[in-house]
């Protein structure tokens, strides 16, 4: 684990790096404020670097996350007011044009809605999880069999993300701006051990490689 006084020094190098070649870009978010393209929901693990596997920098996009890059239904939210208020912030006052929920691989939020967490020894972790409990019955609902855990909890990883784009869908000026198509969602898995990301397509009702996704193809 690295030292705080590293992660200062990392500040240092960025200032002496990022900032003196980017001072103009920098000066004129700080002056013309931010126009974030898109809304990126994703989890606290400390592998899923947004903006590095996205190669996108400052004033982009709009990051929210939190433990296994979950959107609540809204009318089963109760005080929970994090995320509606950041869906609220990007769609409704920054106009952003795409919402982005991105799960990924070895999800320990995933890992965990499949094992036995002690509700009594972490009772935030446990309601927060309890989310957790309609991906389970999803996953039941579809039948499928695994030949191993693994298996199965890489199925639950992108079940889960299909989820939260239904949950998005739950909050009524989510689901004017998809009407109106002024608002895009997506749904994508991140691979921590490859950098690659799949990308949910509605028809197939799979996901595919974003190779086969973005224009111009392969890589
Ligand atoms: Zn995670």
Redesign the pocket.
């Known amino acids: 684990m690295r030292k705080i006084s590293e992660y200062m020094y990392g500040n240092r190098a960025f200032q002496q790096s990022y900032v003196k070649t980017n001072n103009q870009k920098l000066e004129s978010l700080a002056k013309s404020g931010q126009s974030p393209h898109a809304l990126f929901i994703g989890?606290?693990?400390s592998r899923?670097l947004p903006n590095l596997i996205t190669d996108t920098g400052p004033g982009d996009m709009l990051v929210l996350r939190n433990?296994?890059?979950f959107v609540p239904h809204n009318e089963e939210r109760s005080q929970e007011t994090s995320v509606a208020s950041a869906l609220e912030f990007a769609v409704r006052i920054l106009g952003v044009k795409e919402v982005i929920v991105c799960?990924?691989t070895?999800?320990?939020?995933?890992y965990t809605i499949y094992s036995d967490l002690d509700k009594d020894a972490f009772p935030h972790l446990a309601s927060w999880l309890k989310q957790g409990e309609k991906l389970r019955a999803r996953m039941g609902e579809t039948g499928g069999r695994f030949e191993s855990k693994e298996m199965l909890l890489r199925k639950a990883e992108q079940v889960s993300v299909q989820l939260q784009l239904e949950n998005l869908l739950t909050y009524p000026f989510i689901k004017e701006a998809v009407e109106n198509r002024t608002l895009s969602l997506h749904g994508w898995i991140y691979d921590i051990e490859t950098g690659t990301i799949s990308s949910y397509d509605e028809e197939s009702d799979s996901f595919h490689s974003i190779d086969e996704v973005i224009p111009g193809g392969e890589k």
């Not at 070895?106 to 995933?110: K, L, M, R, V, W």
């Open positions: 989890c606290v693990d899923v433990v296994g890059n799960g990924h070895q999800c320990g939020a995933i």
